[in-house]
Every structure is written in C-alpha cells, then in structure tokens.
C-alpha cells in the first residue's frame, strides 16, 4: 500500500476529528503519511490548533472570513481542493449539507480519490458523481459504516450474484417510545443517541431515520441496486453494519465495535485491514444479536427514501435540502418532531418532478427548495 497524502473537508466536525485522529495514528506507524489540507466551517480555533499541533504544513480553509487561513469565504473548500488535489491525494469528505458537493466533484475530477462521509453528495448527486468517476483515475471509497460495511461485503462478487443488500439502523432514542408521545419529543431528548456520538443534524436525522433514507438513496447509487434490492432492519446493538443476500443463499455480514476509525482507515488505506485501530469482537460475549422490521408508522422516513429512488431525478436534492431545514426548525423550537417527516414529504410532493441535468441546477433546485420550505413556518 502505498501511504497517502491527504485532505480533510469537515476537519472540525465528528467525522474529520476522527478521521485526524487515525491520521495521527498512520503517522506513528509511517511517516510518509502527510496532511495537505484541512478545511471547516466556522470553528476556526479548533481547526488552527489542531494544524499547529500535528499538520502544521497544512493549508487551512473556512468558509467564513479569517485572515489565518490560506482561503476563506464561501468557496473556501473548493479553492483547497483546487491548491492541494491530485491523482496522489485523498479527499476526506465529511462536510455537512450540500457545501460539501463542488468541492468533491472537483476532486474527482482532479483524479483524487474520496473517502465519502457526506450523504449529501450522492443524494443529491449521485448520477453526476458516478458519470465523473468514470473518466477520473480516483476510487469512491464510502465511510458511512454501512456503506463500508456493504462495500467490504461485496468485494470479489459479482455484481449479478448480488440478490439484495440490508442496511441495519439503530433505531436511535424512540424505537421503543409510544407513539402516542413522539409528538412531544423535545431536541434534547432526540439528541440523546444510545450509542454513536454525532453532530447535531445526523443525531436527529438517526433518531427520525431520515439518515436511514438517504443511505439507502446513497446505496442504490454506490452499489447500482434497485429499490427493490435493498432492505432496512432494527438492529440496536449497532455490531452488524451491513449484510448482503447472494443468489445462492449465502449472507455476508460485515461486523465491528460501532467506532468510525475502522470505516475511516479502510478508506484511507484503500480497503486495508493490515493494522487494528479498535478492539476484535470476543465470539463469546456475543449472546444474541437483535434484529426487527422497520415500523413505518414510527419510521416513515425510510418508505419516503424507497420513493425518493422511485423518482430519481432531483428528489435526493429535495430530501436534503428539506431535512436540513426542518431538522434546524426543530432544533431552534419552531416544528415539532413528527412534523419533520411531514414537512419533508410535502416539499418532495411539490419538487420531487424536477430532473437537474447539472451541478448548477441541482445548486438551484436545492436553494430553491431551503426558500420554500423555510417560508411555510416561523
């Protein structure tokens, strides 16, 4: 394997910190691994900080103003990745909301490889990620445990063998609520996970399962699956990431303590497993391993991520968008829990039709989409 030289988009937010502490720890272990860029939203302290004590030959990106940083401003990301991308980097993308769309695809472009830990970018993009892909000499290698899980599952196997694929979920906080008290869930229940610690809009999005949504819109791109192909179970104990049904009745399942080094090092490592960065499951102390459908009533996202790959076209887009907007409302005290999933429903009903051709029109369809739907509450 050979080391390589990489860029974190997101460097301050769940995802990036972790991905800067397995950096450090490839470090230890090879020199040759080197940073080339960090780049985050607003926390430029934390971001300076970290550079100064462990990549201090990093270029710096915020999108907001500061003058310590090499690029500020809107476009921030994408003039580091400009500066630092190539065939010999890899791009960790773990910027939240669709900022984090140009700047990837430009790293495609430029031949870097992606290690993906930004939804957004195949919900809202996917068609236009895998026609770049086609003529870079990069890989997309998935960082959401259960891509990860998926992606390590099928290595070797033939994509016709492949009779369905099943995301697990942990049912975050409310799967054993009454549904009778789901519409007074407050923001700090929801953002009480039971077992991963996230940031704030993909903790809500767990405990709605509107994340559940955009992983299965993110699969059926990833992995060329039809709706019909992919599955959701309940699974609390967050062990089993992903499991994959062959036509000859073999499963594979991928298992792992639920810690986001691991998916992190596969992907910058191009899919090693030569190194632990975390603890090997004891057989033994794995008495039962829990699985249940879906609800739907409790759940209705995941139905609404099968429509929203029905529809293809800009219904990805308009999943995000709306969801970050809502889940922001709710987070602020202005829609309630349940009307999340509605408000998100609605918005798809009003511009699930459109078909954005472009980067451009799927920029414009999702402003379009955060105006319209920011406008229908306080």
């Not at 076209?313 to 907007?325: H, I, K, T």
């Amino acid at each position: 394997m050979r080391p390589q030289k990489v860029i974190v988009l997101g460097a301050t937010g769940t995802i990036g910190r972790r991905t800067l502490d397995v950096l450090n720890r490839l470090q230890g272990t090879d020199p040759n691994w080197e940073c080339l860029g960090l780049a985050c939203g607003s926390q430029v302290d934390q971001m300076l900080k970290q550079s100064q004590k462990q990549f201090p030959a990093a270029k710096l990106a915020s999108m907001v103003d500061d003058d310590r940083c090499d690029f500020c401003g809107s476009d921030a990301a994408l003039h580091l990745i400009e500066a630092c991308a190539s065939p010999e980097t890899i791009v960790v993308s773990a910027i939240v909301g669709s900022a984090g769309l140009r700047p990837t695809l430009r790293a495609i472009e430029l031949g870097a490889s992606i290690a993906l830990a930004n939804k957004e970018t195949l919900v809202c993009a996917g068609d236009l990620v895998q026609q770049a892909l086609q003529t870079s000499s990069g890989t997309l290698w998935p960082v959401d445990s259960e891509h990860a899980a998926i992606a390590q599952c099928l290595r070797g196997v033939r994509s016709e063998h492949i009779k369905s694929i099943v995301l697990t979920a942990s049912g975050g906080p409310f799967r054993d609520t009454p549904l009778v008290d789901l519409q007074n869930v407050k923001p700090h229940q929801a953002l009480k996970h039971p077992v991963w610690k996230m940031g704030p809009r993909i903790t809500i999005d767990s405990a709605t399962m509107a994340n559940k949504a955009m992983e299965l819109v993110e699969a059926h791109h990833l992995f060329g699956v039809t709706d019909e192909q992919l599955h959701a179970v309940v699974h609390p104990g967050s062990l089993v990431h992903g499991m994959v049904h062959l036509q000859d009745g073999t499963t594979l399942m991928q298992m792992a303590a639920p810690d986001m080094a691991g998916p992190i090092r596969w992907a910058l490592t191009a899919g090693q497993h030569d190194t632990s960065v975390g603890s090997t499951l004891d057989p033994l102390e794995l008495t039962h391993l829990e699985f249940s459908p879906v609800d739907s009533s409790r759940f209705p996202f995941v139905d609404l991520g099968f429509e929203v790959i029905r529809k293809g076209g800009g219904a990805g887009c308009v999943l995000n968008a709306a969801d970050e907007v809502c889940v922001q409302a709710f987070l602020d005290g202005r829609l309630s829990y349940l009307d999340v999933y509605h408000r998100v429903a609605e918005a798809i009903d009003r511009f699930g039709h459109h078909s954005p051709s472009t980067l451009t029109d799927i920029l414009e369809l999702d402003i379009a989409v955060r105006e319209d739907v920011a406008n229908r509450f306080p």
